[in-house]
């Protein structure tokens, strides 16, 4: 075979296989696609797989079969009771019917623009019939499924289905969320204040109560111990007249000891007393009695130390 034969036969083998992949698309789990002739939808691929088509005369449209989002700008609602809100919502959408959605929008721009003013056109006419407290407390819910099955019936007419329709944010104009929180700051500075002073209140009786308690205490426990210190002082008195009962010399010379260190202890103690004071009987008689002497032996007479002259000697 001539080198000529072999160049035409792989040019028209290739020529062949350009054919063959011109003419085959494939359709992935997440995809849908539109075979289109001429701007004509000629074919719908709605399952994954291989598909055929006529080269250089059909091409191919792919949409995603996908939940799609759908953000949407926030936007200045009137709630029923001529509250001013600002709402930031948001939408997921899928595609349901390929061809429906080709005809109606064409893309997913001219969907996202056409669910778009839907779904906004709904939330303001839905949030208008309810009151503040509705939307923002007790039944958003309520009110974000209201809004939903309302989208839904005029998305079916363009070939989608509204998975979900959400508020993600509803809040009051910036001048009206001030004000809102400057009266919520004065309401909670005055329950502060009122239970404040209730506590202030219940300190006072507490520490009143408390005050009267340790009077109640002192006093009865000032008593137990004048009581105590009586009966003690009464056991000492006994015992001590026992004592001097037993041996009265003792006890008074035991008594004059206590009184001596007592009375002389170094220092700057003064003491002025008489050399013959009681105080001091016991330095001159051990026995501290009357009449009792030293242990040095009696005085002399006072007639014969002043020399008398009863005392002199006779011629």
Request: aromatic share 6%.
């Amino acid at each position: 075979m001539s080198t000529t034969i072999r160049t035409a036969l792989l040019a028209a083998l290739a020529v062949v296989v350009v054919i063959l992949l011109s003419a085959t698309f494939i359709v992935e789990q997440r995809q849908q696609a539109l075979v289109l002739r001429f701007g004509a939808v000629r074919k719908v691929a709605n399952t994954p797989g291989l598909y055929f088509k006529v080269p250089l005369v059909e091409n191919v449209l792919y949409l995603d079969r996908r939940v799609l989002d759908l953000d949407l700008p926030a936007q200045e609602v009137i709630a029923s009771d001529q509250k001013r809100l600002v709402v930031d919502a948001f939408a997921r959408y899928r595609i349901l019917d390929p061809l429906l959605f080709f005809q109606t929008v064409n893309s997913i721009v001219g969907a996202n623009n056409r669910l778009g003013s839907i779904v906004s056109s709904t939330v303001r006419s839905v949030l208008g019939d309810a009151t503040f407290a509705n939307v923002v407390r007790t039944d958003r819910e309520a009110l974000m499924r209201q809004i939903k099955e309302r989208v839904n019936v005029a998305a079916r007419g363009i070939g989608v289905e509204i998975v979900d329709v959400r508020l993600r944010r509803v809040d009051l104009p910036e001048q009206n969320s001030q004000a809102v929180f400057q009266r919520m700051q004065t309401e909670r500075q005055r329950e502060a204040t009122d239970l404040r002073a209730q506590g202030n209140q219940q300190a006072q009786g507490i520490r009143a109560r408390a005050d009267r308690d340790v009077t109640g205490i002192v006093a009865e426990a000032t008593r137990r111990a004048d009581e105590l210190r009586g009966a003690g002082e009464a056991e000492k008195n006994r015992v001590l007249a026992e004592a001097f009962g037993r041996d009265q010399d003792f006890f008074g010379f035991y008594r004059s000891m206590q009184a001596y260190e007592a009375g002389m202890k170094p220092g700057d103690t003064r003491m002025v007393l008489s050399p013959n004071s009681e105080f001091f009987r016991y330095f001159k008689r051990p026995s501290g009695r009357p009449g009792e002497d030293n242990g040095a032996g009696a005085a002399p007479p006072a007639n014969a130390a002043a020399g008398t002259p009863d005392a002199a000697p006779r011629p």
